[in-house]
DNA sequence: GTTTAAATTAAACAAGTGTTTAATTTTGCA
DNA sequence: TGCAAAATTAAACACTTGTTTAATTTAAAC
């Protein structure tokens, strides 16, 4: 009768109604938090009565293990298949920058939600899962790097775990300080905001990264 | 009869139990956010009675906006001063990294928070004051390259508004991902953690905006 | 010691929370 | 068409929320 008590996570079918309430999810969830944000919200935007939530998705907690679980599937294939293609090392770093910028603006709500929400270590679950994607990750930019290393393009003493967190932490940041930059930027339309991530922001981080990497002393 | 009822934020006075509330409040939103904290939470920890935070602060919006008033008073004079010595412009540089990361790491609670609830524009009075004191943090930094640029040592095509995102996001990024850090750099105490930003995590960022400013095609 | 204001308290308030229930409607299949 | 399972609903549940009230205690000034 009920179609999803004592059933874990990831066996939960997603139907058409089911996404409508996840994509709900992530939009209320990103712009007032998963604390600040009531199942009465989200059933109203979705246009759907509140017992549905727990009657999908048994609670709360477990929508937005739901919603992460759904989000982050693919993104770890992306980065693999990179990996694959046939280019020259610095071409591929600047790809994988542009990957991550664009997965994440793509995402902007679940990112914003799995940065918040997870936190605190109290959601093992979701975290566990967040933890290894981020692993496998880290695993596809090590041996892009790698690569380059041992064709003598890039410097061996960059750390390469810490490549990621400027990459993405650079992006992050401008994001979450958006009114700011918008400001000083003067960028006055949602069209001009993304504009200036696709060419400035994009560039400032591939300049830097480059730099990183091959500068001599 | 009431102390702050019809009176602006700015001016309530701070007397030892004010600042036991706010050192409370400080990290219990930025363990569980502002929405996730409730004030009986607060009043518990901080061993006072529920009503002791509307007599004090007037809601708990407004404990929040005298909670980042509070903290944020001082950040500006640091780099201000840091402008005035006379160091070269790679070390004042440095210096400026070593500032964020210390002012950040002191206050670790607060800009999470700053981050995670100015978000959202609704806290237009908290996040007006917010912006005023990036803007001043943005011209010191600006000055500060400039410096580097008109005596030949840095590059001049690079974006100097966007190396504040760099150092602070790469810090940042790494601090939201702590849990993460900690399993792959195997840091298993705090003192561990800590040494890690001071040593690596801050050679890594320096070692970076180093690159991307004398960095040369 | 009395008085007056401030500090502190327990209790109550209305509103909102996530979740469950039980009844009803819709759906898919025989 | 009939029937059983699934979907949907309104209502109620117990609980927590931020805030206010009114009473009491503490502190300071005269």
Same mark, same amino acid.
Do not use: C, I, S
């Given at each position: 009768m009920h179609p999803i008590r004592n059933n874990t996570m990831s066996h939960i079918e997603l139907n058409d109604k089911k996404i409508q309430i996840l994509n709900v999810a992530e939009r209320l969830f990103s712009e007032k938090g998963f604390e600040g944000t009531s199942i009465r919200d989200i059933s109203k935007e979705a246009k759907i009565n509140i017992a549905m939530v727990s009657y999908y998705f048994g609670s709360k907690e477990r929508l937005l293990e739901a919603l992460i679980f759904h989000k982050t599937v693919d993104l770890k294939l992306q980065l693999e298949n990179l990996l694959q293609e046939d280019l020259e090392p610095l071409e591929k770093v600047n790809k994988l920058i542009e990957i991550y910028i664009n997965r994440i603006c793509l995402n902007k709500g679940i990112y914003r939600v799995l940065h918040f929400e997870l936190? $605190? =270590? =109290?959601?093992e679950k979701s975290l566990q899962a967040f933890t290894e994607l981020k692993k496998g990750n880290l695993k596809s930019v090590e041996s892009i790097i790698k690569q380059g290393q041992a064709l003598g @393009?890039?410097? =061996?003493? @960059? $750390?390469i775990q810490l490549i990621t967190p400027t990459i993405i932490g650079t992006f992050f940041h401008f994001h979450m300080n958006r009114s700011f930059f918008e400001e000083i930027f003067d960028l006055k339309t949602e069209e001009m905001f993304n504009n200036y991530i696709k060419n400035d922001l994009t560039k400032h981080i591939q300049q830097t990264i480059k730099a990183l990497l091959v500068y001599e002393n």
């Open positions: 936190y $605190n =270590k =109290k959601r @393009v890039f410097r =061996k003493d @960059v $750390n």
